[in-house]
T-cell receptor, first 114, second 112 residues
């Protein structure tokens, strides 16, 4: 069964450094998403992406964040200058365009900012 | 904010049916009810969704009341591996590509 994959599973970085989190969505899906979950808190939406453009973003997704689909398979989330409060699990998801548009999630990347 | 209300926690004995309720009294006619679960810190896992008819798949059954203001997710024979946080999410048919709004969900504990 096709699934969303994410790399790395765990990323440790120093405050102020740039990080890139990578995702490979399900191959015939057209919408891509990033969510995050700070330890002990709810899953929060960051951004959705369709047709090489951001289609929706939350207030969390400020200028420090960017997304890109650099090739036909990868979908990336870049955080330019990490802060301590960026420490969280980051989940990628994808969906086929369609009436029900079910989103399927990857296993997540745990980002630790020191 | 989430448009659903769920109990904070529930317990279930292994092998018994787990019935997880969800209240969505403000649901509108073009909104689906989705259920996801999250095991420990893994990515949310899609379980099932429905509009107004009851639905069943290999994982669970979804019972939606006739007025659509509440629903119940049924895991027919719960196992220890079903211990997870279960999220009930309401989402419009016409919102392809938009956010899923997660609440706090119900923590289901299955014990032997």
């Amino acid at each position: 069964e096709p699934e969303v994959t994410q790399t790395p599973s765990h990323q440790v970085t120093q405050m102020g450094q740039e990080v890139i989190l990578r995702c490979v969505p399900i191959s015939n899906h057209l919408y891509f998403y990033w969510y995050r979950q700070i330890l002990g808190q709810k899953v929060e939406f960051l951004v959705s992406f369709y047709n090489n453009e951001i289609s929706e973003k939350s207030e969390i997704f400020d200028d420090q964040f960017s997304v890109e689909r650099p090739d036909g398979s990868n979908f990336t989330l870049k955080i330019r200058s990490t802060k301590l409060e960026d420490s969280a699990m980051y989940f990628c998801a994808s969906s086929q365009m369609g009436t029900t548009d079910t989103q399927y999630f990857g296993p997540g990347t745990r980002l630790t900012v020191l | 904010d989430a448009k659903t209300t769920q109990p904070t926690s529930m317990d279930c004995a292994e092998g018994r049916a787990a019935n997880l309720p969800c209240n969505h009294s403000t649901i509108s006619g073009n909104e689906y009810v989705y259920w996801y679960r999250q095991i420990h810190s893994q990515g949310p896992q899609y379980i099932i969704h429905g509009l107004k008819n009851n639905e069943t798949n290999e994982m669970a059954s979804l019972i939606i009341t006739e007025d659509r203001k509440s629903s119940t997710l049924i895991l027919p024979h719960a196992t220890l591996r079903d211990t997870a946080v279960y999220y009930c999410i309401v989402r419009s048919i016409n919102q392809a590509g938009t956010a899923l709004i997660f609440g706090k969900g119900t923590t289901l504990s299955v014990s032997s």
